[in-house]
């Protein structure tokens, strides 16, 4: 099975300070469960990130998801924009798979796409 990681942000007051939103964070989990085509290849689970020195640590941070060679990215991709369109502020999300690390900042297909594209070359 291959592991990635999802982090959930939101920008605090449009200031540019992103910080991890654990209610978006169980929403897009929540999302990500019931939708068929993911829930069917992939195991979604609530992680505790390590924290960052300084910090206690607390809630859960981020999604992991465990899938099987019948995952289909563009299902993450088109969840996330559906989800995204859901939302009354909006959220950032990190998707990490390895080394590489892509963030999805808007509800736009061509970004959606981008992830796709990017993670398929990822060994």
Sequence with gaps: MELYKIRVLVDRNGTGSEY??????????????????????????LRHAPPRLGEMGGGFDLIQLS????????????AYVTWRATRSRPSTITVEHGNTRITLDSA????????????RQVP
Aim: no cysteine.
């Design 67 to 78: 899938v099987d060679s019948g995952f289909q990215l563009a299902n993450l991709a088109l």
């Design 108 to 119: 736009d297909p061509e970004l959606a796409e981008r992830l796709v594209a990017t993670l």
């Design 20 to 45: 991890s939103d654990e209610h978006a964070l169980r929403s897009f989990a929540h999302w990500l469960r019931d939708d068929d085509a993911i829930r069917s290849s992939a195991l979604i689970d």
